[in-house]
């Protein structure tokens, strides 16, 4: 049985939290612009000191177009474990970039936080040990909007 205050908290309009804006990550691996590669150390699940610029300079064009959505796709290397262990890698690093950017002040519905394969890293050394936050291209405004 449900307690009545958390079904209040669900019922009542405001209360509950804020939906994620509708996005896909499908092809973002494949822009070329406004593309920030976050490095980790072997094995980390949270990025250190070495990954703050990358992280303040997307976090700060982010803030600059707020109608750009961001995502954030974790990678981890063949020597970082098994195909399994080395998924739920990326998916601890994605999820941690994304709560980096939004204390950093990007709202936190704007970014979608997923685990890629090692092949679709770049830009950083070695790149299956790293997040690369893609800003997507801001959507196309609707006629009548």
């Known amino acids: ?9 669900l019922l ?48 700060a064009r982010a803030k600059q177009e707020p109608d750009r959505m961001l995502c954030v796709l974790g990678h981890a290397g063949p020597q970082e474990g098994g195909a399994q262990s080395g998924l739920q890698l990326a998916a601890r690093r994605a999820g941690a970039v994304a ?21 679709f890293a770049r830009g950083a050394v070695p790149e299956e040990r790293s997040v690369t936050v893609v800003l997507l291209p801001a959507a196309p405004s609707q006629p009548g909007q």
Do not use: H
Request: glycine fraction near 6%; charged fraction near 25%; aromatic fraction near 4%.
């Open 1 to 9: 049985m449900i307690p009545a205050l958390v079904l209040a908290a």
């Open 12 to 59: 009542l309009p405001g209360v509950a939290a804020a939906q994620p804006r509708p996005f896909t990550c499908v092809g973002a691996e494949q822009l070329e612009e406004d593309v920030f590669a976050i490095p980790f150390p072997r094995g980390a699940a949270a990025p250190n000191e070495s990954a703050r610029a990358n992280l303040d300079a997307a976090a």
């Open 99 to 119: 709560e980096r950017l939004a204390k950093l002040g990007v709202e936190r519905d704007r970014i979608r936080a997923e685990a890629r394969r090692a092949a």
